[in-house]
């Protein structure tokens, strides 16, 4: 099976500098491929160049084959949300949708339905103006899924967005993968991405660094992330998790960590043993750091400041976002 988005030896200089140096990757339908890479990276640009937005400088991007200005009726082949999206703001939820559908040839009842997809069926006819950044954002998707694209184009989706809207938005991008699209996702931070995607395209400074599954890359970090848990009761946790064939590390006075624990297997585990919790936080892995080692980021600057050059099932949306 072609891939869905196919990008060869892309390039683009603007003067002397080259935002995107001989890029090549794919991104698999029905699957979330993350786009990562620091701030300055070149991914904005690459996603830009996909869309026809920017003419590359050499190579291609396609999707099965044929640049995004051939297709026929692009809307329903690729949807895109990119940062720089902005609506009209005294026109309504419902009318911006009917204009687009109108463009596009597509029928009126796709606007309720993606409306009610995106959780904003009973604020259709505000103005959009008064929305919230997270009811402008499931706008923005609710416009890129208009046509049923097979394949949709995020970039840093989750920026400004509140956990609330993070989870919303994790809940959403799976959804959809699991419809079958092809969802290609930047993001300049991989623990933003880390429970939401399938395989991972990594850049900096332009060029290609690795592309691979995140199971993948997890198994070069040191395996899946763990649970720290803050009790009184430490001795009998243990027996407890010695029953099931898990062991836990003493990081601390009353503090252990559960390596390859999921909150959602040791949650149901402690209140059946009726331990008592005073903290259950995820335990960040090394996968963070690896993202770091091949970006050449130093953690205190990344995601603050780009980069010198170095040598080395259905979502059940709210509206509070």
Same mark, same amino acid.
């Given at each position: ?17 080259? %935002? ?108 959009? @103006? ?22 949709? &184009? ?10 609330? @809207? &993070? ?5 959403? &991008? ?18 933003? !991405? ?20 995140? %199971? ?7 395996? %899946?992330?763990? !649970? ?46 009726? &331990? ?41 949306? @709210?509206?509070?976002?």
């Amino acid at each position: 099976m072609n891939p869905a988005i196919e990008v060869r030896s892309l390039a683009k200089h603007f003067g002397h500098v080259r %935002a995107v140096d001989d890029l090549s990757f794919d991104v698999a339908e029905g699957r979330v491929t993350g786009f990562l890479g620091p701030n300055g990276s070149g991914k904005t640009t690459t996603l830009r160049m996909l869309l026809g937005l920017v003419a590359p400088s050499s190579g291609s991007a396609t999707f099965g084959g044929v640049p995004y200005r051939d297709l026929d009726r692009p809307l329903c082949h690729v949807g895109a949300v990119l940062e720089a999206t902005s609506f009209h703001p005294t026109r309504r939820a419902a009318d911006h949708l009917r204009s687009v559908a109108i463009a596009a040839r597509l029928p009126a009842s796709r606007v309720r339905a993606v409306l009610e997809l995106v959780g904003l069926s009973d604020v259709a006819r505000r103005r959009v @103006g008064t929305f919230s950044l997270g009811m402008r954002q499931r706008l923005e998707l609710a416009t890129a899924v208009l046509g049923d694209p097979r394949v949709l &184009i995020l970039d840093e989706p989750a920026n400004g967005l509140d956990p609330q @809207g &993070i989870q919303w938005l994790r809940t959403f &991008i799976r959804y959809q993968a699991s419809l079958g699209r092809a969802i290609l996702v930047s993001s300049h931070l991989l623990s933003e !991405m880390e429970e939401t995607v399938d395989d991972v395209v990594i850049v900096s400074e332009g060029r290609l660094v690795l592309q691979t599954t995140l %199971a993948d890359l997890a198994s070069t970090a040191g395996g %899946a992330p763990g !649970m720290r848990v803050r009790t009184p009761e430490l001795a009998r946790l243990s027996a407890v998790l010695a029953g099931y064939g898990v062991a836990a590390r003493q990081v601390g006075v009353d503090e252990v960590v559960v390596d390859g624990a999921t909150p959602e297997w040791l949650g149901p585990v402690l209140a059946q043993a009726q &331990i008592v919790v005073y903290e259950l936080t995820r335990q960040q892995n090394r996968l963070e750091e690896v993202f770091l080692g091949l970006t050449h980021v130093p953690p205190s600057v990344h995601g603050a400041t780009s980069p010198s050059p170095s040598p080395s099932p259905s979502p059940s949306p @709210g509206l509070t976002s």
